[in-house]
């Protein structure tokens, strides 16, 4: 059988970065593992919101949260209320000093994980699974795409 390799790290360090940057010798585990539950906390609050990516830097006793976004607005708020509420949320949890930037994908039909959640989303609400993978794979060729594949698997 053939060996797989997973696409994500498969890229790294060529034409994709790191998700977590930041370096520990001695608490590593458990820096990763708060990554992880902010990430978690993260996509389950803003699953709305078109997240596409999380980013997170650390530097001594601050973190730093980028957001990739095709709907930034949901998740600012008006006048920031809402980004303001999400940073106190994430202070209190972690302890640390956090800093949210917001960034909005201009193109959402190119990207790989807001395409797949909104194929997952068409076939929740009864469309026809062959419908709304051609669909997504029109309207990411029309955008630019070189090429597209998508595979549904499932009940």
Aim: hydrophobic fraction near 40%; charge should be positive.
């Amino acid at each position: 059988m053939g060996q797989k390799v997973h696409p994500y790290g498969f890229r790294l360090g060529y034409n994709r970065t790191w998700q977590s940057r930041w370096y520990a010798e001695k608490n590593y585990p458990a820096l990763l593992h708060e990554d992880v539950d902010l990430r978690t906390e993260l996509k389950k609050r803003l699953a709305h919101a078109g997240v596409a990516r999380i980013d997170i830097e650390r530097a001594a006793n601050k973190l730093k949260i980028n957001i990739h976004t095709s709907r930034p607005g949901i998740i600012i708020g008006r006048k920031g209320a809402e980004v303001d509420k999400l940073r106190d949320d994430l202070q209190k949890k972690t302890g640390r000093e956090i800093f949210i930037n917001i960034m909005e994908i201009h193109k959402p039909e190119l990207e790989a994980q807001l395409v797949s959640e909104s194929v997952g989303l068409q076939m929740e609400r009864r469309v026809a699974f062959r419908r709304a993978m051609k669909k997504a794979i029109e309207s990411a060729m029309r955008f630019g795409a070189k090429g597209v594949k998508i595979r549904v698997s499932g009940r």
